[in-house]
């Protein structure tokens, strides 16, 4: 049988796009990385936070499961520290603390209080403190005169990583970008590792850090995967999980798993100051607190 070459014309035809109709490329990894720190800094740091912490973490000694109800000040990480369970997961009831530094009672998670909004570099650092996830006394990186410059009709991007397409897929039931960030420089203070950002608002949902930890003249890193949520119009930590191995020598020979659930998050319009100073919390014990 014959097929007539108007025939094959017209079905030719049938399977190009419609005329005057252009393909969009996919975007390329500079630009969805450069779209995610974009999106990032468009939403607002609160300037309170209240939430709960869940420990689930495993060690040698066994299962670590402190619950603790936190209110923090963000502008100087003072925080309004309540214990629910102790390590051994018992309930108790113990004073509130105002904490001030970097240890919290009843955890081994240093600096907790901050890890809702650890933002891993991707906003200017607040209050020259190191992230939480940095290796200690990491300087922030001298400014450059901006994110992008352009230069006739190429931009330029100035980049802390080498990115690497890892391929599109889903999470949560909804597509994601998933790149590999491998840092040019300052590996201390630039931590991703990998991140998953959401196909259609460029807002990570998954995060791969490497976390720097220094405990009693020891120092370890060890990767760690945080996921995320928007709450309330705020990026908000809202799990992470990683496992840990520290040796040194015949003496020290430590192993574990961290898990950490954040969960009741709200943002305080105004809590009273007392809640965040230690001295003047003693004239105020046994008042209500906000958001408990």
Known sequence: ????AALIVVVAAGALPAAG????????????????RAAVNALPVPAYIAFTVQESSTRKSGLIADRLRIVERVSDAHAWVRT???MHGDAVHVEPQVVTGNLFPNTLIERVGEFPLADFGLRPRRAGRTGIFEAPGTP????????LR???????????YRIADLGDTELGGAPVHHLGLFPYRDPGHNV?????IDASTFIPKRYVAERFVENGGL??????TVDTAVIDGHLVNVGAAGHFELHRALIINVTGDGRWAISDVTFPADPPAWLFDPDRYKDHKGEPVPDL
């Open 219 to 224: 120092s370890f890193r060890y990767l760690i």
């Open 1 to 4: 049988m014959r097929i007539s």
């Open 84 to 86: 629910i369970r102790n």
């Open 192 to 196: 991703l590792r990998e991140v998953w």
């Open 150 to 160: 352009a230069i006739g009709s190429v931009t330029g991007y100035n980049l802390s």
């Open 140 to 147: 922030e990186p001298t400014p450059s005169a901006g994110p």
């Open 21 to 36: 109709t252009a393909q969009t490329p996919p975007p390329g990894v500079t630009e969805i990385y450069v779209k995610m």
